[in-house]
Structure formats: C-alpha cells, structure tokens
C-alpha cells in the first residue's frame, strides 16, 4: 500500500498529483511469481482546469525464473481508464482506455552476461480520434553484471 503526492510548477503544467497503489505479490513455487497492482490517480492543474484528471489502472505480471535451463520469462497485461472532469471535454473525449499486454524473455548466457528481447503492444480508444493511437516497441537488450 502506498500513497503519494507530487506539486509541478510550470506556466503550463502547474499541477498537483495524487496517487494511491496498492500492489501484491503471489509466489506460486521457487520458480513462479504473479504480480497484482492496481492505482488510482488524479491530476489538477492550476491554469488549465479543462484538463484536470483521474485514472486507474490495473496490472498483472508474470514472472518465470526457470522457464528452460537459462531462459526466464515475463508476461504482462495492463488495463488503464482515464476520466477528464471537465464536461466538454468528458463528452468530446469519453472515458478513454488503453490496454497494454507485454512480453519478455531473457537468456542468461553465463554467470555475467544476460540477453533480453521485449516486446510491448498498446492501444489507446477514445470517443475522438486524434487521442487513439495504437503502438509497438521491440527490445533488445544485454547486460553485463559485475
């Protein structure tokens, strides 16, 4: 369980912040872990109203140490709503979603050295179609560690 508050000071983006989180872990053996998290946030900004905010969020990951001998793997899938306050807004914009599932695989190649490939789909809907956008993003990482 956590709370949180951040202040921005900016002409434009002036706000203040509010976030709740509550997260929980669920090993299921040595080997397999599940991790839940849901948050709940709202933006205000000072000299925008219009653009004042809440969201939630829900996630569930996936975490397998031992998938083969040196390979682990990460799943994910998240779920996010966002609520503007303002009426013109609401109604031009609805409440938008975007919905998130990610994957991950890492090849530990020795005692050092590991090789990561990721890949992350997003898909955001809204009532207005310039807020709706839909992306991709690879991965492709090795790590050294000492």
Partial sequence: LKFGSMTGYSNTL??????FYLDQMYSLDREKLFIFLFQYGT???????SENSSSMTFRVDFVR???????S????LMYTTLSLEDADQSADRGT???FNPS?????NMG???SLSFSYDYSSKSSTNAEFEYS?????????YAF
């Fill in 14 to 19: 002036d706000n203040s912040s509010f976030t």
């Fill in 43 to 49: 933006t205000d900004y000072a000299n925008n109203p």
């Fill in 65 to 71: 140490s031992q998938l083969w001998e040196k390979f």
């Fill in 73 to 76: 793997l990460s799943l994910g």
């Fill in 96 to 98: 938008e979603t975007t």
């Fill in 103 to 107: 994957f991950g695989l890492t090849w």
């Fill in 111 to 113: 005692r050092h050295f």
């Fill in 135 to 143: 992306k991709s993003v690879y991965g492709l990482m090795g790590t």
